[in-house]
């Protein structure tokens, strides 16, 4: 299977959340626009991410923005008390049976799911570049200017793989 592309149906999914809550992809939806980032712990690219991912989310909170953690309820729990991290978190470890759906080659991958279902943008790794890309494209779907989130002199790299 390859990863999921922009354009194609985003597969619809109920994950549980660290707050022991369910999240359905489709009921995300129907609030509108939903980011999903398919993370690890360890991932030296996602703690580089998170940081203007949560930004993104306080700019434009009509925007659902769920880190999908291929964790386990244990595992999620460290890396949250570690890094402070303050996205919605959704468990998709041990069995992965979403990352099998969206097959993720890099950690992080970002998507923006438009509220048709639809896949509007994909970027993999950490790259300033994609995460403006997506800031941009986030505002063209709520229908407002979101400025960039991810600024290129702040001392923070510009790219860095997944």
Avoid: H
Wanted: glycine share 10%.
């Amino acid at each position: 299977m390859a990863t999921l592309e922009v354009g194609q149906t985003a597969p619809d999914f109920s994950l549980p959340t660290l707050d022991g809550e369910t999240i359905r992809l489709a009921d995300l939806l129907k609030a509108g626009p939903a980011v999903l980032v398919f993370w690890k712990s360890g991932c030296r690219a996602c703690d580089l991410a998170f940081p203007y991912l949560e930004r993104l989310a306080e700019i434009a909170p009509e925007v659902a923005v769920i880190a999908v953690g291929q964790e386990t309820t244990d595992s999620a729990r460290i890396y949250v008390a570690q890094t402070g991290l303050r996205l919605g978190v959704a468990l998709d470890g041990p069995d992965y049976a979403v990352s099998r759906l969206y097959d993720p080659a890099f950690t992080p991958t970002i998507f923006l799911v438009g509220s048709d279902g639809k896949i509007l943008f994909k970027g993999e790794g950490f790259s300033k570049a994609d995460l403006n890309a997506l800031a941009a494209k986030v505002g063209e779907v709520i229908g407002r200017p979101v400025p960039e989130v991810a600024p290129i002199d702040d001392g923070v790299p510009v790219f860095r793989p997944g």
